[in-house]
């Protein structure tokens, strides 16, 4: 399609490449080299850079552009033979005025001219450049910089071995132009030279590669440990009024779960259907069994609450006959649903340990107890969470799904989202701090997600954009069960 | 770009110092004939001297230089071949002070270099103009007034070039064998 000359002075458009994203919350692959060559406008520019620093997938892909863009460059470069780039010094007073001079005739065909008009203007020009013993100061500086280029593009095919390859993005504080980001994405990714490919596309396999294994690198390797329920206590005998019931509140399967309870003894005495009743206990941790204040014992079900004092004891009182079980719960550890089943009695006492859990970065607990022995397999647990907080989005959140492979990256379903029950999915990495940073898309704007677990609490940030603007969210997501439905 | 007589030499000089280089290796690398290369350059802003005032000058330019290149390939190919070597014959020591580097291309810097060009011709005409117009810095937006492309099209026109003649590069470089190692 050709334009008319005058066209250009019309269609001037002078529109930034508009940011796409995929339906996974990714950067399309057009949007991620109209990033890297400056053609999103800043506050887009900005959004790339910051999901990239915490998205694999976008920064593989943006590795593997930056090395189609120079290796695009060194074929160009590759095809000229001459350092044409390198352009002689041209006197311009000179030149202009044949140039004018041409244009005041009116008529030009500069093919039949051809030889009169270029002879006339570069002759008299060569004359001059070939007695000066010296270039003009313009002259220099292009040649300094066209030959700069044109060395340091080319290197990479004579001189194997040498390795220039950028690991990190330094934050920005004056947007770089265009030219100076397409300089920078040349010279930053000149890649070693492989012998088993041609020296051109090396770059590009060699650059993607190193950029993969400095993320390995990165990575923390996380121990898992999973949690083995310790032996069921011996059975109690009968006619205990109050029996202390141990139960040990770490993931135990469901079948482990009833065998327990079925070894528990009875207590005598069934209590009335009709009746209320109070249940006493004390609540330990359960590595080291020191008690535990201030947890938080409920009736589900009901509004009735009680909460352990500095000996880790509590009363709840008016217990209904057909409450099945407690929910004991403290920031820092494992919620522990309490079977009341086998607890019978006017007055009735229950003990319970508590397990410490928390996303940390030494060690992942996860909730499906799979095997004793830690491993780095997938690790999947799903967890019913409330919200406490004022938002658009969060309080939508019903479930959050975890994945992890052990290697510092989540993946976080998040159940609940609104006008669908699609699950979106997060990528989430852990920092040294243990907290997450993750993306997901919604209704087809940008949310980026800051995580910070605190016990059975998540502290999320949420920042929505839409185009230029930012809405924030700050909601506490508290883990109300373990199990999604 | 019309001007008058006043401020005459010192734009003339402005639009010279700012494009002329760029026209010439972006006419280059597109016709791999520098002689011919020169010539559309001084054709081009014989044109920008007898234009007016435009929103963007290097876009303009590039527009024009993309334009002439049409119009030589399509008439002159022949006439052009002829004139060339006629022109090598006739300006044979001149072309030698040219070329700031002496005659030292080695046979694979040769290969290279035919096997690059040979990439580039396989993708589409556009295609081609649009990276030759990013590598001498033009922008999306100059990019795009410069061919009749929306800014969205550039994108997407830059993406699949790139990987295409990467691509074809590749795809050649494999097909001549072992020979392309670097040393």
Redesign the interface.
């Known amino acids: 399609m050709s334009l008319r000359d005058d066209d250009a002075m019309n269609t001037f458009d002078s529109t930034p490449f508009r940011l796409e994203w995929t339906q996974d919350g990714h950067v399309t692959e057009e949007s991620t080299y109209a990033w890297l060559d400056g053609a999103l406008a800043d506050a887009d520019s900005d959004l790339v850079e910051s999901h990239v620093q915490i998205c694999f997938v976008c920064s593989a892909a943006v590795a593997e552009a930056r090395g189609f863009i120079a290796a695009s460059v060194r074929i160009m470069n590759a095809a000229d033979l001459s350092p044409r780039n390198v352009v002689p010094h041209i006197d311009v007073v000179r030149t202009a005025a044949k140039i004018v001079a041409l244009a005041d005739q009116g008529n030009i065909s500069t093919m039949r001219t051809r030889n009169n008009v270029s002879s006339t203007l570069l002759t008299p020009v060569l004359h001059r450049w070939y007695q000066r013993p010296a270039f003009s100061a313009a002259a220099t500086l292009l040649l300094l910089v066209g030959g700069a280029y044109y060395v340091t593009t080319r290197l990479p095919m004579s001189a194997p071995g040498h390795i220039s390859v950028a690991t990190s993005r330094t934050p920005n504080t004056v947007a770089p132009t265009v030219k100076e980001r397409m300089r920078d994405s040349v010279q930053r990714f000149t890649p070693p030279v492989s012998s088993s490919t041609s020296p051109l596309i090396a770059g590009k396999t060699a650059a993607t590669k190193t950029r993969m294994s400095e993320r390995v690198v990165q990575r923390r390797k996380l121990a898992v440990s999973t949690q083995i329920p310790s032996s069921v206590p011996a059975p109690l005998p009968l006619g205990s009024e109050s029996l202390p019931v141990v139960v040990v509140a770490a993931p135990a399967t469901a079948s482990e779960r009833k065998v327990m309870s079925s070894t528990l003894a009875t207590i005598g005495g069934v209590a009335d259907e009709a009746s209320l009743r109070t249940i006493t206990g004390s609540i330990r941790e359960r590595t080291t069994s020191k008690p535990l204040e201030a947890v938080h014992i409920s009736v589900p079900g009901t509004t009735l609450g009680a909460m352990t004092d500095a000996a880790g004891t509590f009363t709840l009182s008016n217990v209904p006959a057909e409450a099945r079980s407690l929910l004991v719960r403290r920031l820092g550890y494992e919620v522990a649903n309490v079977s009341l089943d086998t607890v019978r009695g006017v007055t009735a006492s229950v003990n319970v340990s508590l397990t410490a859990a928390f996303i940390q970065l030494n060690g992942v607990t996860v909730a499906s107890a799979a095997t004793p022995a830690p491993r780095k397999e997938k690790q999947t647990s799903c967890f019913t969470v409330s919200s406490e907080g004022v938002g658009q989005y969060a309080p939508l959140v019903r479930g959050i799904q975890w994945e992890t492979d052990g290697s510092g990256t989540y993946q976080a379903t998040l159940q609940g989202w609104p006008q669908s029950n699609d699950l979106r999915r997060a990528t989430f990495i852990a920092n040294e701090a243990g907290e997450l940073r993750g993306a997901v898309t919604a209704r087809g704007n940008r949310l980026d997600l800051e995580i910070k677990p605190q016990g059975d609490t998540w502290i999320v940030t949420l920042r929505e954009y839409r185009g230029t603007n930012v809405r924030s969210e700050n909601v506490v997501f508290k883990r109300v069960a373990q199990g999604c439905q | 770009m019309l001007l008058t007589p006043a401020r005459?030499?010192q734009d003339?000089?402005r639009l010279?110092?700012e494009f002329?280089?760029p026209i010439?290796?972006y006419l280059?690398?597109q016709l791999?004939d520098?002689?011919l290369a020169?010539?559309?350059a001084?054709?081009t802003?014989?044109?920008a001297?007898?234009?007016?005032?435009?929103?963007?000058e290097r876009?303009?330019l590039f527009?024009?230089a993309?334009?002439l290149i049409?119009d030589?390939i399509r008439r002159?190919t022949r006439?052009?071949k002829h004139?060339v070597a006629?022109?090598a014959e006739?300006?044979h020591d001149?072309s030698q002070?040219?070329?700031?580097?002496p005659d030292e291309?080695s046979p694979e810097?040769?290969r290279?270099?035919a096997?690059?060009?040979q990439?580039?011709e396989h993708i589409p005409e556009?295609d081609r103009a649009a990276?030759?117009m990013?590598?001498e810095?033009?922008?999306?937006?100059e990019i795009?007034?410069?061919?009749?492309?929306?800014?969205?099209s550039?994108?997407?026109t830059?993406?699949r070039?790139?990987?295409k003649?990467?691509q074809s590069?590749?795809t050649l470089?494999?097909e001549n064998g072992g020979a392309?190692?670097?040393?």
Request: hydrophobic share 45%; net charge positive.
């Open positions: 005459f030499m003339i000089e010279f110092r002329h280089s010439v290796r280059t690398r791999n520098a002689d020169e010539e559309l001084q054709e802003f014989v044109r001297l007898r234009h007016g005032p435009v929103t963007n876009a303009w527009a024009v993309t334009n049409r030589t002159n006439q052009r004139l006629l022109h006739l300006t001149e002070l040219l070329s700031s580097e291309v810097e040769l290279q270099a096997m690059a060009q990439a580039l556009r990276l030759f990013s590598q810095g033009l922008n999306y937006q795009a007034a410069a061919l009749g492309l929306s800014v969205q550039v994108g997407t830059l993406t070039a790139r990987k003649v990467v590069y590749e470089a494999s392309h190692v670097a040393s």
